[in-house]
Structures are given as C-alpha cells and as structure tokens.
C-alpha cells in the first residue's frame, strides 16, 4: 500500500522560503510520476507542480512559476518542493499525490491515486 507524507510546512512572512518533502513508502516508485498541489479555503485542489519518475520532466502552474521548483530523490523516495519569493496567495494546504505513470507526466488532480494529509503553508504579508 502506498503512503506519502508530507512536511516541511510553516508560516513565513512574504519573500520568504520554506522547502516542501514528501516521503513514499510502499511498492517500489520506479514509474510513479509524483507531484505537489494546493488547496486553499473555498477553492478546489489545484496542480503545483509535477515531476515524472525519472525526474527528467517537470510541469508547473503558471503562478508559480520561476519560484517554486520540484525534485525527487529516487533512492529516498522523496519528492520536495523549494518554494522562493513566497506570497500571500500562496497560503494553502500543500498534498503530494502519486500515480503510476511511467510514460506520461499528468496534471489533473483526478490522475493521481494516493495522496497524503497535507501540510500547511501559511504566507503573511
């Protein structure tokens, strides 16, 4: 059974920077695209970013883009997620999500199977 958790979370003030890891544990995650996405009070959970299981492809939400950057440790079965010049709206609760995914990189919400509880990111101006 797959189980990701997430930490790293906190509160900072704006242009600060705080690094996200998420740790899987499980079946073996060759062929697992991993990502990070977000969900803030009243909205719907949205992509962050993405990484495929080689690490060689990314994908990002255009409002992060520039500032967060995602990255795996394949030997640790870690994915993190530095976040720079954080901002206000960047406030949300952050859930890393997997799926097996061994030739794609998918960004919808409804691709991925396993998620973890999330960590809570908090921005303040």
């Known amino acids: 059974q797959v189980q990701l958790v997430e930490s790293g979370g906190g509160s900072v003030q704006a242009g600060g920077s705080l690094r996200l890891s998420c740790a899987a544990s499980?079946?073996?995650?060759?062929?697992?695209?991993m990502g990070w996405f977000r969900q803030a009070p009243g909205k719907e959970r949205a992509l962050v970013a993405v990484?495929?299981?080689?690490?060689?492809?990314?994908s990002y939400a255009d409002s992060v883009k520039g500032r967060f950057t995602i990255s795996r440790d394949k030997a640790k079965n870690t994915v993190f997620l530095q976040m720079n010049g954080l901002k206000p709206e960047d406030t949300a609760v952050y859930y890393c999500?997997?799926?097996?995914?061994?030739?794609?990189?998918?960004?919808?919400?409804?691709?991925?199977?396993?998620w973890g509880r999330g960590t809570q990111v908090t921005v303040s101006s």
């Open positions: 990484i495929s299981w080689s690490g060689g492809s990314t």
């Open positions: 999500g997997a799926v097996y995914r061994p030739y794609s990189l998918p960004t919808s919400v409804a691709d991925y199977d396993y």
């Open positions: 499980g079946p073996p995650f060759n062929s697992y695209a």
